[in-house]
């Protein structure tokens, strides 16, 4: 299955286009808050022959999967359609997607030559009568076609937002099956929306809470293979694991990258107390940061590498705190009711998601840096473990409901709180972590 | 005194070689890896299965506590003296955290009860090298539903004997 990744080579091509003045483009401005989703039209994909001509439709619902799943953009439904898209390169007539009210529209064509795949794309606004950019082409063998239709979303999306998208992604995640008590975890991952499971390792010892570097070529976790929980790094591609050696009979936990993807900031537990170190992967040498008899766990870098949010019960009750990368004071930036924890800092730098537990529920929220302007995004009997899409626009977490039957579930949010929705995976799932956009 | 030394260390071996076995059902209703120790009856006061059923393998905690309570610290001095009794004997001792809380946090809240629990039986004279811990956090509850009389149950340090030199 990796294979497949690897040997997919996506080439990208611009399509010559005539340009358009480009005049008040459709834009949705996702800082203004959508409420109603912009419609759009995603006319099934034009098959150059037969052999090209499931993987149109089947590129063209993957398109439009991507871009309603956002919750941002509502599609059209064909029945509705007046024109037919028949061929790419013929004129497109406007006033038929006007009349549906389409605002945007993408047009697409397919070509399969042997093993190798090439799609073309446009994407038009309806009203203007206009191109928005150039049209683009990706081809790479067949078996790639559904990461070449994410990376038409993330084109489209884009383009009608201005911002940068998600779809071409992959979600490491915790499998669980089994009841409570004696639950099987084992490693997966999986792309963003949920195909192509691929699991990592078996159930044989608890594993919890994978992270992607920033790369997403390695996964930190941490596993129960020794007895003690212990931090181990796994090569994806390679399905490789090795342990990070920290000190002896010791617990670890709770690992996460620096943006260089050169350290590790995780847990360590002595004597029953937890607290926050650093390792440098090349030379496997650890330093202490933080030093106090208080729980310090689930630290989180800011993108530029310069700080580190973490949880501390310090205070009495576990709150948020942010203090410099290599240990120092740290400034508590929580104050609300309730306890919070697993804090993470977004890709965009300008907001720490968190879980917050007050009053009997569990919520996912977000907040400025300095702890101002909290929201949370969702309530329920037991949310944790947020996790950023590479945009900064999606959190990702995990819902446990509750009772003897309580199953963990992956779910997605926008940073809105609107488009709560779960993400399917073959069995439960918890602890997931949200890669990088793939090259 | 030298043999006690030995004694120790080959238990400490067989810690090590427990560690490896990850076995959910270890013996106790503990959660983790156990070495292949035989229960014995429950009639023998000598028995991993006596320490377990009679003296009482594992204490509770108040939410998001861990001090030991007047009840936990009694049970705790039985096991201090059940551990002195039979030197042969290692223990693993393993913090638990009801669902209460995020994974993180419950990791190192289990950590602090197994510590406390340790601790205590060090203090009654229990050599320290036959002590180990590991938490679970809310990984392992014993109880399923979520309400708190099955929370109080999964609030526990449980000390499962994990070696014997005598077999």
Redesign the interface.
């Given at each position: 299955m990796m294979r497949l990744l690897t040997s997919l080579l996506l080439g990208l091509t611009l399509l010559t286009a005539p340009v358009y003045a480009q005049n008040g483009p459709l834009r949705l401005d996702l800082d203004i808050g959508v409420i109603e989703p912009l419609p759009f039209a995603a006319p099934n994909f034009v098959p150059d022959g037969p052999a090209a001509a499931q993987y149109a439709q089947d590129i063209s619902r993957v398109v439009a999967a991507d871009l309603t799943g956002t919750g941002l953009f509502r599609e059209i439904s064909s029945d509705a359609f007046i024109s037919r898209v028949s061929s790419f390169e013929a004129p497109v007539q406007f006033a038929d997607w006007k009349a549906i009210n389409a605002q945007a529209l993408v047009t697409g064509a397919v070509n399969v030559s042997g093993n190798r795949l090439t799609v073309r794309f446009r994407v038009w606004d309806v009203f203007a009568g206009q191109e928005l950019g150039n049209g683009l082409q990706f081809s790479g063998t067949t078996e790639g076609w559904r990461r070449m239709a994410h990376k038409v979303s993330d084109q489209v999306y884009s383009r009608l937002t201005g911002e940068g998208g998600y779809f071409d992604s992959r979600v490491a995640f915790v499998s669980e099956s089994g009841?409570?008590?004696?639950?099987l975890k084992r490693l997966a991952i999986m792309d963003y929306d949920g195909a192509n499971v691929q699991y990592l390792t078996d159930s044989?010892?608890?594993v919890?809470?994978p992270r992607f570097s920033p790369t997403g070529d390695r996964l930190l976790y941490t596993s129960?293979?020794?007895?003690?929980?212990r931090i181990y790094v796994l090569d994806v591609d390679r399905v490789k694991q090795s342990e990070l050696k920290t000190q002896d009979?010791t617990?670890s936990?709770?690992p996460r990258f620096s943006p260089d993807g050169r350290s590790i900031v995780y847990?360590l537990?002595q004597?029953?107390?937890?607290d926050l170190w650093k390792m440098d992967l090349a030379s496997g040498q650890s330093v202490r940061l933080t030093n106090t008899p208080a729980?310090e766990?689930?630290p989180s870098y800011s993108p530029d590498g310069a700080q580190i949010v973490f949880?501390s019960?310090r205070s009495g009750t576990?709150q948020l705190y942010i203090m410099p990368a290599n240990g120092g004071e740290a400034t508590r930036i929580s104050f609300g009711q309730g306890?919070y924890?697993?804090p993470v800092w977004s890709p965009r730098g300008d907001l720490v998601a968190f879980?917050k537990?007050n009053k009997g529920r569990f919520h996912i929220g977000v907040m400025r840096v300095d702890g101002s302007e909290e929201r949370l995004l969702t309530s329920s009997?037991?949310d944790?473990?947020p996790t950023w899409s590479p945009n900064g626009r999606v959190i990702m977490f995990t819902r446990?409901t509750?009772?003897?039957s309580?199953r963990s579930t992956l779910y997605s949010v926008d940073i809105s709180g609107r488009n709560l929705r779960p993400v399917r995976t073959p069995d439960g799932g918890s602890?997931p972590s949200w890669g990088p956009l793939q090259n | 005194m030298n043999l006690l030394g030995k004694v120790i260390a080959l238990g400490a071996l067989s810690v090590i070689a427990?560690?490896?076995?990850?076995d959910?059902s270890a013996l106790g209703g503990g959660a983790?890896?156990n070495g292949a120790i035989s229960p014995g009856s429950p009639s023998d006061p000598r028995s991993p299965a006596y320490f377990q059923q009679t003296v009482g393998d594992r204490v509770l905690f108040a939410v998001d506590q861990?001090t030991l309570s007047p009840q936990a610290q009694t049970v705790l001095e039985g096991q201090a003296s059940w551990l002195l009794a039979n030197p042969d004997f290692v223990a693993?001792i393993e913090g638990h955290a009801d669902?209460?809380?995020?994974?993180?946090?419950n990791?190192?809240?289990g950590?602090?009860r197994?510590?406390?629990a340790?601790?205590y039986l060090i203090s009654r004279g229990v050599a320290g090298n036959r002590l180990?811990?590991?938490?679970?956090g809310k990984?392992?509850?014993?109880?399923?539903?979520?309400t708190e009389e099955c929370y109080s149950k999964n609030r526990r340090a449980v000390t499962v004997l994990t070696g014997s030199t005598l077999g």
């Open positions: 009841p409570k008590n004696q639950r044989a010892a608890i919890l809470a129960y293979e020794t007895g003690q929980p009979g617990m936990f709770s847990s537990i004597g029953g107390n937890t729980i766990t689930a949880e019960d576990p306890r924890g697993t879980t537990q009997f037991l944790e473990g446990e509750q009772g003897a309580g602890d | 427990a560690c490896t076995n990850n959910p983790g890896g861990s693993k669902e209460q809380g995020t994974r993180e946090y990791l190192a809240l950590a602090r197994a510590n406390a340790r601790e180990t811990t590991v938490s679970f990984e392992r509850p014993i109880e399923i539903c979520s």
